[in-house]
């Protein structure tokens, strides 16, 4: 005969409840402790069970997210951000502008922090329980003319319906021809008051003739972008050249302490050809 905990825990696995098999015999003895009624022993198994549910499902939205995981709004250095842009941040976090299909554009020179901005906001997106994509742009393109190759691509622009957020990072980069260009516009005309697109682009709306080519193409892109969209520019110095500099630096440093100039490691060099890239 099966104990009677025995045959407890192999029902709630049957109906799926694997955190309430797993802690019912340990709630139990503080139930038991703390005078809790049946209702209240139930209640706390039922709250454990919708957490750890909630934390999967986090986990498995930001698995199929891509977003790099490093990328945090915990590890975005909020000093070198614009006055206006960290004013914003907090509610672009909550996530309102995904029922109204808005978009984002993250605005500046290389190094600035676009890229790290909206992968803060991405995960921020993916906590509280919504569907995002990170992609760079020339990933997304490059896998949009496969699809038209083989004629299968309405079919992977409705894949990419799925996520209520897609971040396209580095759309400024993508060197396109005629058909590049033409994935690129579909993929947006799709996205358009249906689902929300986050892009950092070092090339301000202006200069989006050198990513589309076509005047009328690149007018109708900025088009559907800026009717319903966030603006972020983010101005001031490279945090490259910072931390590239504040390394140099440090090798300096260490020179100094031994009475000699201290011999470069890889990352060190790396580091002073930033600098010297930046000047």
């Known amino acids: 005969m099966i104990p009677e905990s025995g045959g407890l825990a192999i029902c709630l696995k049957a109906l799926h409840l694997s955190s309430f098999a797993a802690c019912f015999q340990e709630m139990s003895g503080t139930a038991e402790s703390q005078g809790?009624?049946?209702?209240?022993?139930?209640?706390?198994?039922?709250?454990?069970?919708?957490?750890?549910?909630?934390?999967?499902?986090?986990?498995?939205?930001?698995?199929?997210?891509?977003?790099?995981?490093?990328?945090?709004?915990?590890?975005?250095?909020?000093t070198v951000l614009p006055e206006r842009v960290k004013k914003m941040l907090p509610s672009l976090c909550e996530g309102h502008f995904l029922g109204r299909a808005e978009n984002i554009v993250a605005f500046g020179l290389p190094g600035r922090g676009k890229t790290h901005l909206l992968c803060a906001i991405g995960h921020e997106l993916v906590r509280r329980g919504h569907q995002v994509l990170f992609i760079p742009a020339y990933r997304l393109v490059q896998k949009l003319l496969v699809a038209k190759r083989d004629l299968i691509l309405e079919k992977e622009l409705k894949k990419l319906d799925r996520f209520e957020a897609v971040i396209l990072d580095d759309i400024g980069y993508v060197q396109q021809d005629r058909e590049e260009m033409e994935v690129l516009f579909t993929f947006l005309a799709e996205r358009y008051e249906r689902g929300s697109v986050l892009i950092s682009s070092n090339l301000v709306f202006s200069q989006w003739d050198k990513i589309f080519k076509d005047s009328m193409t690149t007018a109708a892109a900025i088009d559907r972008m800026v009717h319903h969209c966030v603006i972020l520019e983010l101005t001031g110095q490279s945090y490259r050249n910072q931390e590239a500099q504040k390394r140099n630096a440090d090798i300096q440093l260490r020179g100094n302490d031994h009475g000699r100039g201290a011999e470069l490691i890889p990352e060190d060099r790396l580091a002073e050809a930033e600098v010297r890239a930046q000047e």
Do not use: V
């Open 36 to 78: 809790w009624s049946h209702q209240q022993y139930l209640q706390h198994l039922a709250e454990i069970e919708l957490e750890d549910r909630r934390q999967d499902r986090i986990e498995r939205l930001l698995k199929a997210s891509g977003l790099p995981r490093d990328k945090t709004l915990a590890s975005l250095d909020m």
